[in-house]
């Protein structure tokens, strides 16, 4: 069974920077792909930025040129977001597509969320 462990969230002022990490963490699993989503309070769950398959980090248009997404040799991704506003509060989730084995059934698991606010 695979596990994120999120962390890095917290309160910060607008225009200030925050780095979120997730780590997976578990036994016979191949990463496939890891993203960063975020829901505010009635509203939907949202991609903020994604590693992609081929490697070339993809960004949601509210945060491209603020938002830096990064995953080391292991199984690890960063979300670094820079020049926060308001409208970044929210709660943040990692998200991580694996196969527990070369050419098996992708499978998708998600970690608990770390809540984000942004004040004026």
């Known amino acids: 069974q695979v596990q994120l462990v999120e962390s890095g969230g917290g309160s910060v002022q607008a225009g200030g920077s925050l780095e979120l990490s997730c780590l997976a963490s578990?036994?016979?699993?191949?990463?496939?792909?890891m993203d960063w989503y975020r829901q505010a309070p009635g509203k939907t769950r949202d991609l903020v930025a994604t590693?992609?398959?081929?490697?070339?980090p993809q960004y949601a248009d509210s945060v491209k040129g603020r938002a830096t997404i990064s995953r080391d040799a292991g199984n690890t991704v960063n979300l670094r977001l820079n020049d926060l506003k308001v409208e970044d509060t929210a709660t943040y989730y990692c998200?991580?597509?694996?196969?527990?084995?070369?050419?098996?059934?992708?499978?998708?698991?998600w970690g608990p969320g770390i809540p984000v606010t942004v004040s004026s």
């Open positions: 998200h991580l597509v694996y196969q527990q084995m070369q050419d098996s059934p992708e499978l998708q698991e």
């Open positions: 578990g036994t016979h699993f191949v990463t496939v792909v």
């Open positions: 590693t992609t398959r081929g490697g070339i």
